[in-house]
């Protein structure tokens, strides 16, 4: 059986009724929307404890800052050790570079004085004797013991001046070229080394505010696990749905009038994108008006403060 509506619920209807009749038309060129932001999530680059987190829900950021820090004991000092290497390179570098030591030069520049003297005597004793030689007085054998004697001494004299010009060069170009190239090698281990060192500290590369923290210091964060989520201060966009008979009016790069709960005047938004297809009115914005029409999807990037995700807007078109 079918109940027969009361009395008091004929009253309800009928001011339904009439309350639906004096409701406005919606006004043309305003849409309904809502707040849309992609958010940034900020992860670990390598594992580790975390040892710095200042940072709460709700609290703004600049490009640059410190977000959070991880343990770098091992890091430092791999960068220490790549400091000695690359110092111990380039020692070795100089050393190749500018040949024998001062002292190891003068060493052999005694050894030389030694060598011209014992040359000078060498050849005296031969004059002496070759020409005892030339006289008959002594033998042709005391005549050439003399003479090779004098020519090892000269020999002797030649060795050492070519160890001194030897001494004073630079060491063979395969060596310097070895020693440059291992040199290189520790720059570039220091500058890896640096560079894990730097990824210890994890900063922030846009201006935004903390939407939410998922570790605190204390925790061991693995690489690639989210630490942070930040809401940049340009990631809002506004999208709202217009019936296909207004679709004539819109078009990229057009400035629209965005107004939100809360703001005293109305913030404006660039188009940046037209849906290609039509879709149904999404439940969240149905109304007696646009239920069961098809609408085209466009999204506005906002200028200025960012608004929170979610929130009801009305796009109005200039």
């Known amino acids: 059986m079918t109940a027969r509506p009361t009395a008091g619920r004929l009253l309800a209807l009928s001011l339904l ?48 800052q410190v977000l959070f820090e991880l343990d770098k004991d091992r890091q430092h000092a791999e960068v220490t050790e790549a400091k000695d290497r690359l110092r111990q390179a380039e020692a070795q570098v100089r050393d190749l570079s500018t040949g024998a030591r001062a002292e190891e030069i003068l060493a052999l520049e005694a050894q030389l004085e030694e060598a011209e003297a014992n040359l000078q005597l060498a050849k005296l004793e031969q004059t002496r004797w070759m020409e005892l030689v030339a006289r008959g007085t002594a033998p042709k054998a005391r005549g050439d013991q003399v003479t090779s004697e004098y020519e090892a001494a000269l020999a002797r004299v030649r060795t050492i001046q070519a160890d001194i010009r030897v001494a004073n060069l630079a060491a063979r170009d395969g060596a310097r070229e070895a020693a440059a190239a291992e040199r290189d090698a520790a720059a570039a281990a220091l500058a890896q080394a640096e560079w894990w060192l730097a990824q210890r500290s994890v900063l922030s590369r846009v201006d935004a505010t903390v939407e939410e923290v998922f570790h605190r210091a204390g925790e061991y964060v693995r690489e690639g696990d989210p630490v942070l989520a930040l809401l940049p201060d340009d990631a809002s966009k506004v999208r709202f ?51 069961d029409k098809l609408v085209f999807l466009v999204e506005a990037h906002l200028a200025g403060p960012a608004l929170r995700p979610g929130l009801p807007v009305d796009v109005r078109l200039p």
């Open 17 to 64: 009724a009439v309350l639906a009749a004096c409701e406005p038309a919606p006004e043309a060129g305003r849409f309904t929307g809502y707040v849309e932001a992609e958010l940034v999530y900020v992860a670990a680059p390598v594992s580790g404890w975390m040892v710095t987190a200042p940072l709460r829900e709700g609290d703004s950021v600049v490009r640059e």
């Open 241 to 291: 749905f217009v019936p296909q008979a207004a679709l004539a009016g819109i078009a990229m790069d057009m400035t629209v009038e965005v107004l939100a709960d809360g703001q005293a005047a109305p913030l404006t938004a660039t188009i940046t994108h037209i849906a290609r297809e039509a879709e149904f009115t999404p439940p969240v914005i149905y109304s007696a008006e646009s239920r």
